[in-house]
């Protein structure tokens, strides 16, 4: 079936620091998947996408991997700022729509 | 700001009571979606629209749950009769059929008393 989930349900990091925020899913057909960040009391924020024919797409300060072999996503975060604090989760696209997993909360400490 | 919107952001109401929700995607944008969010969890698919026609509902919409796009633009969501394990986020997103990304509104927080 599908589904997604983060190994971590909660990361601290130091400031200036890169993060790095892992994501194993279970449906080896997914050929989309999205990084959304969101903050407290907001709506999810589009962060990155990642086609399966592609291994890493770079963005701003954020980078994100996909290994289709072991189903294992991440987003890297370059130079953490207390700006990056939120919660992420990984997502795919099934069908038309979006499955979340439960994601991860991002702490930066100063 | 051209982003999604949603209105009210917040609705606090008594058990029992029917309430409605709209949603305003970003302009031309043909397909539009609707999703819960309880506390500790990611968003969950309710359903969504292209232009003005309801495509598909998940088995979570139940009968007290109605959703329309009447002109192809905005959306409502009406939950009749609330229950308080209705209480959550929901949120509306809407993509442009020539992307793949969704994007969210600020979603309303529902609470029932």
């Known amino acids: 079936g599908e589904s997604v989930g983060l190994h971590l349900p909660t990361l601290s990091v130091q400031e200036g620091d890169n993060s790095i925020i892992n994501c194993a899913y279970s449906?080896?057909?997914?050929?989309?998947f999205i990084w959304y960040k969101q903050e407290s009391g907001k709506g999810p924020q589009f962060i990155i996408d990642?086609?399966?024919?592609?291994d890493k797409r770079q963005g701003q300060r954020v980078t994100v991997l996909l290994n289709k072999t072991v189903k294992h996503l991440s987003l890297q975060i370059a130079a953490t700022q207390p700006g990056d604090s939120a919660v992420y989760f990984c997502?795919?696209?099934?069908?038309?729509?979006?499955?979340f997993g439960k994601g991860t909360r991002l702490h930066i400490l100063p | 700001d051209t982003g999604v919107s949603q209105d009210p952001r917040h609705k606090i109401t008594k058990r029992g009571q029917n309430v409605t929700f709209r949603c305003d995607p970003i302009?031309?944008?043909?397909?539009l979606y609707w999703y819960r969010q309880t506390l500790g969890q990611g968003p969950e698919f309710l359903t969504y629209?292209?232009?003005?026609?309801?495509?598909?509902k998940s088995r979570l919409l139940s009968d007290r749950f109605s959703a329309e796009r009447p002109k192809g633009s905005f959306s409502t969501l009406e939950i009749q009769r609330t229950e308080q394990g209705d209480s959550a986020m929901y949120l509306c997103?809407?993509?442009?059929?020539?992307?793949?990304?969704?994007?969210f509104g600020p979603g309303t927080r529902l609470l029932v008393l």
């Open positions: 997103a809407s993509r442009n059929l020539a992307g793949e990304a969704q994007y």
């Open positions: 449906n080896s057909a997914s050929d989309y």
């Open positions: 990642i086609r399966s024919n592609m």
């Open positions: 997502a795919e696209k099934g069908d038309d729509k979006i499955i």
């Open positions: 302009s031309e944008h043909n397909r």
């Open positions: 629209f292209q232009n003005e026609a309801q495509l598909e």
